[in-house]
């Protein structure tokens, strides 16, 4: 049970470049969410879906996109990278919402320069 | 919108106690308190839901005023594995998924 996975763990990308993070749970975890966290700041909820099909924006959605056709993977795309999008980028997954724990990734360290 | 946590970091010595504090505008389904330490993911702690539920850590105890949308973390007898940095997550009463979360408050315990 390898819980929550996401690929890279590092990246550095140009200003302009495009890219997908991985994120795959084997939990089969109905919700799943995509957050991002700035050097010495909190995380911000970016994306999160309630099951395959279904996904709904966060606090910070702009310059992203998901998709969820599989229960297993959340992908998030990021297709004009922007300097301001430098951060660590987490996933997490829980059965149900609002009253269960969110399993975390590893994270992914992204810098674009 | 974003809890508020109070104090935004905390040094203690090993054996002190403290509280971290969460308070939130708006009416709550449920509290999640996460701890992280520095380049790690952050780690489960508790889950506090409307009604009095609780779920999480044998040796940390929390409590949640649904009235006044706020809730505490009791840390006691602190150890060193004890430091990182914590997080309050609120989940509104609405129970729509969306977990915001606070700023965080450090905790730094020394010997």
């Known amino acids: 049970n390898a819980g929550v996975t996401q690929t890279p763990k590092f990246r550095i990308l140009k200003i302009g470049q495009s890219m997908t993070l991985q994120c795959a749970q084997d939990m089969n975890h109905n919700y799943m969410y995509w957050y991002r966290q700035d050097p010495g700041m909190g995380l911000k909820l970016i994306y999160y879906?309630?099951?395959?099909?279904?996904?709904d924006k966060g606090e910070v959605p702009n310059g992203y996109n998901v998709s969820r056709s599989t229960t297993e993977d959340f992908p998030l795309r990021l297709e004009l990278a922007a300097p301001s999008q430098t951060s660590v980028y987490f996933c997490?997954?829980?059965?149900?919402?609002?009253?269960?724990?969110?399993?975390f990734g590893p994270g992914t360290r992204l810098t674009v320069l | 919108q974003q809890p508020v946590q109070s104090p935004q970091a905390v040094i203690l010595r090993e054996g002190e106690d403290a509280v971290i504090n969460c308070s939130s505008s708006k009416a709550l389904y449920s509290v999640h308190w996460y701890r992280q330490k520095h380049g790690e993911a952050p780690i489960f702690l508790m889950i506090l839901l409307k009604g009095g539920e609780q779920k999480g850590h044998d040796k940390i105890s929390a409590s949640f005023n649904e009235k006044k949308q706020q809730s505490s973390l009791y840390l006691t007898a602190s150890q060193l594995s004890y430091s990182g940095t914590y997080f309050c997550g609120t989940v509104g009463s609405g129970n729509t998924g969306k977990l915001i979360f606070g700023q965080g408050t450090t905790l730094q315990v020394k010997p």
């Open positions: 997490a997954s829980s059965s149900l919402t609002g009253g269960e724990t969110q399993y």
């Open positions: 879906s309630v099951g395959a099909g279904i996904t």
